[in-house]
């Protein structure tokens, strides 16, 4: 007789991190809302009933089809110049949370390579860098965005540029401080003695554990860029009209707040689902990702 004996195999890390990703309900909730988010707005020329920026005249101020005087050509209403406000969301969507993917990818890369060199080179290099980020660090992000604009220019890259600034010394500072927990460690010192470079160390031995924290700042930092992109759009400093953006959707409905409420509660409510989804995603990949809070079996 032969006896076939089974092992139980523990989960691969993908496996286990999603286990520990969904085992957050409201993390596994929000990435549902946010991928359907993401979805409509990078589908939005081909779902999208009308032309953003077309006007109909005649139809200027056209509550949703839920309300008194609603119609079914325009699920959501018109705004004030007579255009189609799912149309706008839609599109919309694509402009704010590409500036903010965008602005996390700019500020991300130059962040990592800056906390790195930081990290290894500390006497010389490492002041200098980090005093130039103390400085960065003193303005509010808002406010350094703001002044970055004023100097650049309003437009849809300078949007980006600004925030990207903004957010830069987050990732250096995050950076160097996980690298310097890690360039102490054993399998550091075995790979220096084995005569790895410096440049091997820094990117193929010690990044790649300290990827866990940057991934959740990046989640956390992506909703931030969203809402320095709205509040930059508000003021008329972000994307210029009749781009459709969802912070330019606001400032352009403040005068219609009290005659024709859904142009301004649309885009906030957009805006604000968006940002929370982020957010609580944000928990659930620290939860999977943190090594400290995950259960023992």
Not at 101 to 108: G, I, Q, R, T, Y
Not at 167 to 177: H, I, N, S
Not at 205 to 211: A, E, H, K, S, Y
């Amino acid at each position: 007789m032969s006896t076939l004996v089974t092992e139980a195999h523990p989960p691969g890390p993908l496996r286990e991190f999603w286990q520990g990703f969904t085992a957050n309900r409201g993390a596994f909730a929000a990435l549902v809302v946010f991928a359907l988010i993401a979805g409509a707005s990078l589908f939005a020329p081909l779902i999208a009933p009308h032309d953003p920026i077309e006007q109909y005249r005649d139809h200027m101020l056209t509550p949703p089809v839920w309300a008194e005087g609603g119609s079914t050509r325009f699920l959501l209403g018109t705004d004030e110049l007579g255009r189609d406000m799912l149309s706008r969301l839609l599109h919309g969507g694509r402009v704010s949370l590409g500036i903010g993917l965008a602005a996390v990818a700019l500020s991300l890369l130059p962040g990592v390579l800056l906390g790195l060199l930081a990290a290894f080179f500390q006497r010389w290099l490492s002041p200098a860098i980090m005093r130039v980020m103390d400085i960065v660090l003193a303005l509010p992000a808002l406010l350094l965005a703001i002044c970055v604009i004023t100097i650049l220019g309003p437009g849809l890259v300078n949007t980006v540029i600004a925030i990207a600034i903004g957010a830069l010394p987050g990732y250096v500072r995050l950076t160097r401080a996980a690298a310097l927990a890690e360039i102490g460690r054993d399998y550091v010192t075995a790979s220096r003695v084995a005569g790895a470079g410096v440049w091997r160390l820094m990117f193929i031995t010690v990044l790649p554990n300290c990827m866990a924290p940057l991934i959740v700042n990046a989640t956390l930092s992506f909703s931030s860029a969203i809402l320095e992109t709205a509040g930059l759009g508000f003021l008329g400093l972000g994307v210029q009209a009749p781009t459709p953006e969802w912070g330019t959707m606001l400032s352009a409905a403040r005068d219609y707040i009290t005659r024709a409420p859904w142009v301004v509660t649309l885009p906030g409510l957009t805006i604000l689902v968006t940002v929370l989804a982020i957010n609580l995603m944000g928990d659930g990949l620290r939860d999977a990702l943190d090594p400290k809070l995950k259960k023992v079996a």
